[in-house]
Structure formats: structure tokens, C-alpha cells
């Protein structure tokens, strides 16, 4: 305690200083006059009683400075002392200070974006109390381990297990709201009550769902999000108990959620409206084995580990299989934490680049370690002189270390700024890439990371030049005179350029293999013929909701021959529930003619789509054998199905399928196989292989059952095939929409193209990044090997002077330079050849249709290496070709 109370006194007078010597001068002052006095009573000249005193007290300055001593810490004036010469040396050389900061900006700036991004992504907590007790809920069956959830088995999960505090369920759904305006489409939300409550979400305004208010006899109730409370009611206070119409339903506003409340979870998030799961008016909800894309969320009870849960939940699961077998045999919980179902696809990504973006840093630091090395040496006599006067090895040391930290921490100021304006621009480029996306941000995590990278980097390139170069013999150095500076050649600059040469490689070759990755998944055939596809969704007037089945249809018929006639329009088609890489629609069937499977799980699953009959001909899909639907294929026509060639081969192998039939879940429903048509990428361009549930099954949408098409005016997508100019024909579309009905909606527009690019969002987010990360390292290694070889032009300058003089050739001087760095690179492109082809086989897993050694990518990123590794040379040596022999010997 005492000795922190003398460090605290020493700090504080460190911070006081001149107060505390003025102060003590004035003692001082006072002291000396009283022995003057003294002197002067006893009888001493005025010039002799001051020189008595002075003596007496041992020596103004004398008594300060160990005044000073006593009250300051030691070490913090030579460390001012260090840093005000050492911005006075950086200052004398602005070239090398601006190059090596820009530099090192350029490496930290790089690798503050990739940590914020990390940080935001991956590290930081989710925004809710306890996230690591949130986990999601799924229905895993054998071929669908990520599979949706019946509302009647979360009601039993809810009821018998011993693991959650809480739980809850959702699924998304568009609601039109009319009667406040303009009629618009809202993303909506299904939900059990407590689902805000799991996830520790209070209303800014009024209240959460009751459990009484999830039965479908309840009065509808709905909760606005904050957004469309302060966009359609102004902010009011008073919007509770107001009503709302959406389908044509009224609706009273218990409550509002904050707009802070985002979960990036398909079917999770957040939405404009949530309303109880219970108003939901499909037949298909008490259905126990019906796959409705619904999820869960639970949050598990203290102390009880994920691991106890999915055991406890295989209990409950187990018992629901014998109450239910019929539909729940070979059905379980699957749980998955919450951050991992958000993040977990992102991670091999963020792990990547995060070692990418270190090369970078790595050959920065290489950069300006070596041009501290070339400057230290021209530094030699200073040290000598330095150590000549008695300055030891340890001060100088602490003296270039002091140097480099300053260029280190300019450099980290100015890469924060880069890195914030990369995050933000990269962000802006592309919003979809990334999940939790808008919590990437600088927070003081990522400040104090900032400062670390350039305390770390400017000990990392200041060490060892300043270990070369304090080792000085004074009396040698000295003796040398103006040569001693010019005479040492460091191996170590040459070892930076190989490792700059062999890091840029590996990186050169990462980037390289994305961008073939990309194109090879871009060449990839969907399945159809994305181009030209222009897809919406729309609803008729809420009030044909729950309406005559004939009349839905008749309105659909309507709108698909209006659309048909708009000048552009070559095709349309309706289509319910699935979409490639959009959505997707299940069902169970077993073969016509073979024993009915004993329970719904045993059945065999496909994918469905609800179509009309131009729908192969807007999607461009291939008619393989048989036919596709025709406009005869309707309410009244036998059931007729379409499969494409993957079930055709998997069910009917050797065999025609046209004319046979399947029969889906309801056993109601048997259809006669009438085509064949080919296989559609339906979970993107490169995942689709890996998908068990692969197969795939068109129905008619005319024959969708009565039941199921009374919800249908809710919303449905469109798909059409135009030619010319998009713009005119979207706006015709739109026209048409808007002349039909002010309370029918057009919503979600958009091309084919664009759901595939979106599809590819994250791979190539990561493409760009390391395709930059790359470029910088060929520039920065270009820049490293042009430093050097310019160095060595200027060292060799009397040996090529002497060199010429006896006759050397211009040519041969030039070849010879150009030889030092060639070899140099062709070292560091082996080694780097070496290290990529280990390193590039942790990227495996994030390409696509290309090895992870391919020649090609090596080869061809070697030679680039070797071009811009020769154009760095070059002007070195071009310049020490055209050295006058004459003036390089007078230089010595």
C-alpha cells in the first residue's frame, strides 16, 4: 500500500510538474535568502554571502533536479525525449514516413474492417438476456433433418418436457392491410403467445399476446412493429385498442415492438404485424403431420445443458412417436443454439478471410521492416557518435522501437478511418451477405483491438532492424566516415522479400481459386432460363378471402389473360408455395399400386409445385417426355402431376413413367403422371447435390383443393417470361394491378437473376475481399522488392562505377541487378507455391467445380508474381545502367 502510495504521489507530480517546481523554486528562493541574511549579520560581502548559501545548500540546479527526481517517475522524461526526437527524425524524412504509414494504414485498415465484421458477427452477444440459453426448434425426420414443426406437436413439446422455461412458435406470413390509406403488404408474423417473452422482448407500448388470445374463438388482436407505428399512426399513444384491417379482418393493436428487436432467422424475423397463431384460418394448422414452415424458439432453463434437452426431448418425441404413429414414427427435436442457426453458415468465410487479411498485415510489416532497415543503415555514424558519447545499446534500441511505434499508431489512426469507411461501403455494396449485418460496427472492442494491431506491428517491424542496427562498433563505423553508412548490405532485407514474395502467392492463389469457383457456378445450369424472368406476388381484394372457390379462380384466370396481353409478356403462370431458391413446399406420396406406407413418416417426400399450365414455358424449364399442363387441366379434369427426370430415375427406373400415378399424403389425391421435365436447381447452384430431398413434383394450381384455394387471395406469386425493355413491362403490370382494384397489391418484384445472384451473395463477398486482400498484396510485395533493389542500386553505386570503368557493358549491369531480384522472387514464389498448396485445402469446402491445388490458378498467379516482381526491377536497373562511371567513383 505504501509503495502504491508513492507511485501515485510520483504519477501526480509527474502531471504537475512545472506547478510543483515553481512552487519548490520559491521554497528554494526563500531558503537561499535566509542564508544570505545569516551571512550578511555575520559580516560577509553581499557576493560572498549568496556564494556562502549557494554552497551551503549544495547547488540550485543540483537540489531541483533531485527535487525533481524524488517527486516525478524517472523514466517519463527520457520517454518525452524519445518520442519528441523521434517525430523530429520522421518529420526530417517525410518520403519514407508517408510511405511507410500509408503502408501500414493500408494493413491495419484491412484487418480493423475483417475484425469489426468478425466482431459484430461472431463475437458479439445476440441482443437479448442470456442469448447462450436461446436455441431453435426444428422437426427433424430422415430425410429432412431441418424440418417444419406442426402446431399440435409443439403443443405436446410444450406440455412434456422438463428443459425449457419458455417456448415459443412462428411463421411468417404477408398480410394486406387496407382501410388506413393506400393498401399495402406487410410482412407478418404468426406466433404463440411468449414468444417475445422467450426471447426477453418487451413492447414499448401495451402488452404481449395472452394464451387465451391464441385460441381461434379469441378476439383478433395484432402487435405493430415500431416502424409502422410511427409510419401510419404518427407516434400516437393512443394507438392501442385502435383497429386495423388486414385480409379484410379487424384487428385491435395490443402492443408495439421496439424497433432494436431483429432476429435474422428465416421465420423468425423481425416483422410489421404479429398476430396469434390461432387467427390463422388454414385447415392444414391441427394437421399433426403437416409441414408448414413453421420453427421454435425455446430458451432452456438454468443449468439444464443443450445436450440434457435434446435427450429430453427425444423422450417426449419418443412417446408422441407411440400416441401418433402415424405421423409422428421417425419424428424428433432437433435443437440448434440460436447464434449458431444465425452465424454458422458464415464462419469458414469470416475464419478465411481473417487469415487472409493477416497475410496482408504480414507483408506490410515485411514493407516497412525493410525500409527501417535501409533507413537504419544510413543512420550508422549517428549511432557510433551515440555510442561513442556513452549512450548504451539498450537506449538505442528503445530509441528506433519509440520510432516505429509512432508510425505504427499514425498508421492505425489512419486505418480505423479506411476501415470504417470499407465496412460501410462494403455493407452498402452488399446488405445481404452477411447475417447480423447491422451490428458490424467500431465499438471498443474493436478500438482496443486497433490499438493492440499497432502495438503489435510496430514491434513486429521495428525489432529487428533495431537490433541490427544498435550493434554498432563506434571506432569502425567512425573510421569509415561518410562510407560507413554505404559499405553493409542486410541479409535480412532479402529474407523480407522472399517471405513477401511467398505470402502474396498464397493469397494470389486463395483469390484465384473464388473467382474460378464463381465462374464455374455461374456456368452452372439451374435447370431453367433465369434470364428475362420477372416474378411478383399479388393478392385479390381481402373480401374474396374465404370466398366461393369457383370465383378465386375465375379471378386468377382473369388476371393471367390480362397479363398475357401486355405487349412484351411471352408467358405467365401462377405459382403457389415453392419457388427455385426462393421457397420451397413439401409433401409425402407413395406409388399407386404399391401397399399405402403404415405411417406418413414412411412415405416418401418430394418437393411440390402449385403451377399453372405456362409454367415451364415462363421458367424455362425442358419438357423432357409426355406433356405439360394445359388450361384443360382444371377444378373439373382428372388430377395430373408432372415430375422431373431425378424422381422419374429414382421411382420409375427403366421404366416410362407417363401414365402412371402417385398419391400424396391425404390418400384422397391421385395423380396421373403426364410428363417429364428436367431436374430444377432448387437449393442454389451448388448445394443442390447435397440436398436429400431432391425430387420433384408439379401440380396443377386449377386442382388445388377447394379449401386451400379460399386462402389463396392472400397472396400468390406470378412468374412471366417478357421480352424488350423490363421497366415498361413491370409498369403495365403494375397498371394492371392497380386498375382492377385499389385494395389488390403488387409486392416483392423482382427478376430470376437477381434470386440467383442472391444465392451467391456470401461467396461472393468473399471473392471481392480476398480478391482485394490479394491485390494489395501484389502491390505492396511489388513496392517491397522495387525498395530493395533500388537500395542495392544505391549501395553497389562504386561498384558499378568501378565495374564500368573496367569495361562492364550497360546491358551487363542492368541483367545483373535485374538477376538480384528475379532470384529473389523465383525463391519466394517456391516457397509460396509450397505453403499455398497446404493452405489453400482449408478452403475446400467454399469452392465450387475447381481443386484446391488446381494448376491453373498456381501457374497462372505465379506468373503474375514473376511479371510485376520483373517490373519492379526493372526501373532499379534500368537506373544503374545509366550511372556515369566518373561521378559513382568521385562519390567515394
Not at 416483422?271 to 396469434?276: A, F, I
Request: charged letters at 20%; aromatic letters at 8%; proline letters at 5%.
Amino acid at each position: 500500500m505504501r509503495k502504491l502510495r508513492a507511485l501515485w504521489q510520483r504519477l501526480c507530480g509527474t502531471f504537475n510538474a512545472i506547478q510543483a517546481d515553481r512552487k519548490f523554486a520559491d521554497e528554494l528562493e526563500s531558503h537561499l535568502q535566509m542564508h544570505m541574511d545569516d551571512n550578511l549579520r555575520a559580516g560577509m560581502s553581499p557576493q560572498e554571502a549568496r556564494r556562502q548559501a549557494l554552497i551551503r545548500l549544495g547547488g540550485i540546479d543540483q537540489t531541483r533536479q533531485a527535487y525533481r527526481e524524488r517527486q516525478t517517475l524517472p523514466w517519463i522524461e527520457p520517454f518525452w525525449q524519445d518520442i519528441r526526437f523521434g517525430l523530429r527524425m520522421l518529420w526530417k524524412s517525410p518520403a519514407f514516413t508517408a510511405i511507410a504509414v500509408i503502408t501500414l494504414a493500408l494493413g491495419i485498415g484491412a484487418h480493423t474492417a475483417i475484425f469489426s465484421i468478425v466482431n459484430g458477427v461472431l463475437l458479439n452477444p445476440l441482443p437479448f438476456p442470456h442469448p447462450e440459453q436461446l436455441v431453435i426448434l426444428h422437426a427433424s425426420k430422415e430425410n429432412f433433418e431441418f424440418g417444419s414443426v406442426s402446431y399440435p406437436n409443439f403443443q405436446d413439446w410444450q406440455k412434456s418436457n422438463h428443459s425449457f422455461s419458455s417456448m415459443a412458435l412462428s411463421r411468417g406470413y404477408n398480410f394486406s392491410l387496407t382501410g388506413t390509406g393506400e393498401a399495402e403488404q406487410l410482412n407478418g408474423q404468426f406466433m404463440t403467445s411468449g414468444f417475445f417473452e422467450t426471447l426477453g422482448v418487451k413492447p414499448i407500448l401495451g402488452r404481449t399476446f395472452t394464451q387465451a388470445e391464441e385460441q381461434p374463438s379469441a378476439e383478433p388482436v395484432v402487435l405493430i412493429s415500431e416502424s409502422l407505428w410511427k409510419r401510419k399512426f404518427g407516434a400516437s399513444s393512443e394507438v392501442l385498442n385502435k383497429r386495423i384491417s388486414l385480409e379484410g379482418r379487424s384487428y385491435a393493436i395490443i402492443g408495439v415492438i421496439p424497433a432494436s428487436f431483429h432476429l435474422a432467422v428465416r421465420t423468425l424475423a423481425s416483422r410489421d404485424v404479429y398476430v396469434p397463431i390461432g387467427q390463422w384460418r388454414n385447415p392444414a394448422l391441427t394437421d399433426r403431420g403437416a409441414g408448414m414452415g413453421m420453427r421454435g424458439i425455446a430458451r432452456l432453463r438454468l443449468g439444464v445443458s443443450i445436450e440434457q434437452a435434446n435427450a429430453d426431448m427425444a423422450r417426449v418425441s419418443q412417446n408422441l412417436a407411440s400416441a401418433f404413429p402415424d405421423a409422428d414414427k421417425g419424428v424428433s427435436a432437433k435443437l440448434v443454439p440460436l447464434k449458431e442457426q444465425l452465424v454458422g453458415n458464415v464462419r469458414p468465410f469470416l475464419v478465411v478471410l481473417m487469415a487472409a487479411v493477416g497475410f496482408v498485415l504480414l507483408i506490410a510489416c515485411v514493407n516497412v521492416a525493410s525500409l527501417m532497415l535501409a533507413r537504419s543503415t544510413s543512420r550508422t555514424r549517428e549511432f557510433a557518435v551515440r555510442t561513442a558519447l556513452g549512450a548504451s545499446r539498450l537506449r538505442m534500441i528503445r530509441q528506433l522501437l519509440t520510432e516505429s511505434l509512432l508510425l505504427a499508431f499514425v498508421g492505425g489512426a489512419l486505418g480505423l478511418m479506411i476501415a470504417l469507411w470499407a465496412t460501410h461501403t462494403g455493407l452498402r455494396l452488399l446488405p445481404e451477405a452477411l447475417p447480423r449485418a447491422e451490428e458490424i460496427g467500431v465499438d471498443l472492442r474493436v478500438l482496443l483491438f486497433t490499438m493492440a494491431l499497432s502495438l503489435l506491428t510496430g514491434t513486429l517491424f521495428g525489432l529487428i532492424p533495431a537490433l541490427k542496427t544498435s550493434h554498432v562498433d563506434p571506432h569502425t563505423a567512425l573510421k569509415e566516415g561518410g562510407r560507413g553508412a554505404s559499405g553493409t548490405r542486410h541479409p535480412a532485407q532479402s529474407a523480407f522479400v522472399i517471405a513477401e514474395m511467398a505470402i502474396a502467392l498464397v493469397l494470389l492463389a486463395g483469390a484465384g481459386l473464388m473467382v474460378r469457383s464463381l465462374k464455374q457456378l455461374w456456368s452452372v445450369d439451374p435447370g431453367f432460363n433465369p434470364r428475362n424472368v420477372f416474378i411478383f406476388g399479388y393478392t385479390l381484394p381481402p373480401s374474396m378471402i374465404n370466398g366461393n372457390p369457383g370465383a378465386i379462380r375465375a379471378a386468377y384466370r382473369n388476371f393471367d389473360q390480362e397479363i398475357a396481353m401486355i405487349p412484351g409478356v411471352e408467358a405467365v403462370s401462377q405459382s403457389w408455395g415453392g419457388l427455385p431458391m426462393e421457397g420451397d413446399d413439401d409433401a409425402s406420396f407413395w406409388l399407386d399400386g404399391q401397399p399405402r406406407p403404415t405411417n406418413t413418416n414412411e412415405m416418401s417426400m418430394t418437393l411440390v409445385y402449385n403451377v399453372g399450365p405456362d409454367y415451364a414455358k415462363a421458367m424455362g424449364v425442358s419438357l423432357k417426355r409426355g406433356r405439360f399442363f394445359t388450361v384443360h387441366d382444371d377444378e373439373r379434369s382428372p388430377l395430373v402431376g408432372v415430375i422431373d427426370e431425378v424422381f422419374a430415375k429414382k421411382y420409375f427406373p427403366d421404366q416410362n413413367p407417363i401414365g402412371k400415378r402417385v398419391v400424396l399424403n391425404d390418400g384422397a389425391r391421385k395423380m396421373e403422371i403426364v410428363g417429364v421435365v428436367g431436374h430444377v436447381n432448387q437449393w442454389g447452384l451448388d448445394a443442390d447435390d447435397d440436398n436429400p430431398l431432391r425430387v420433384q413434383l408439379y401440380t396443377s394450381w386449377m386442382q388445388t383443393p377447394d379449401d386451400f384455394v379460399r386462402l389463396a387471395p392472400s397472396g400468390i406469386d406470378a412468374v412471366v417470361r417478357y421480352t424488350g425493355n423490363l421497366t415498361n413491362v413491370s409498369d403495365a403490370i403494375r397498371h394492371n394491378v392497380q386498375r382492377r382494384s385499389s385494395e389488390q397489391i403488387l409486392y416483392d418484384a423482382h427478376t430470376m437473376e437477381s434470386s440467383i445472384s442472391d444465392s451467391l451473395a456470401e461467396r461472393r463477398f468473399a471473392m471481392i475481399l480476398l480478391a482485394i486482400f490479394a491485390g494489395l498484396a501484389l502491390l505492396l510485395a511489388g513496392i517491397g522488392i522495387y525498395g530493395v533493389i533500388a537500395y542495392l542500386v544505391e549501395q553497389r553505386t562504386q561498384e558499378i562505377g568501378i565495374r564500368m570503368a573496367l569495361g562492364a557493358q550497360r546491358a551487363e549491369v542492368a541483367r545483373l541487378m535485374l538477376w538480384e531480384g528475379t532470384r529473389l522472387a523465383l525463391m519466394g514464389v517456391a516457397i509460396g507455391v509450397a505453403a499455398g498448396l497446404a493452405l489453400t485445402r482449408l478452403m475446400t469446402k467454399m469452392i465450387y467445380g475447381v481443386s484446391a491445388t488446381d494448376p491453373l490458378t498456381f501457374s497462372g498467379v505465379a506468373m503474375v508474381l514473376m511479371l510485376v516482381a520483373i517490373a519492379a526491377c526493372y526501373f532499379p536497373a534500368r537506373k544503374a545502367s545509366r550511372l556515369d562511371p566518373i561521378q559513382s567513383l568521385r562519390s567515394e
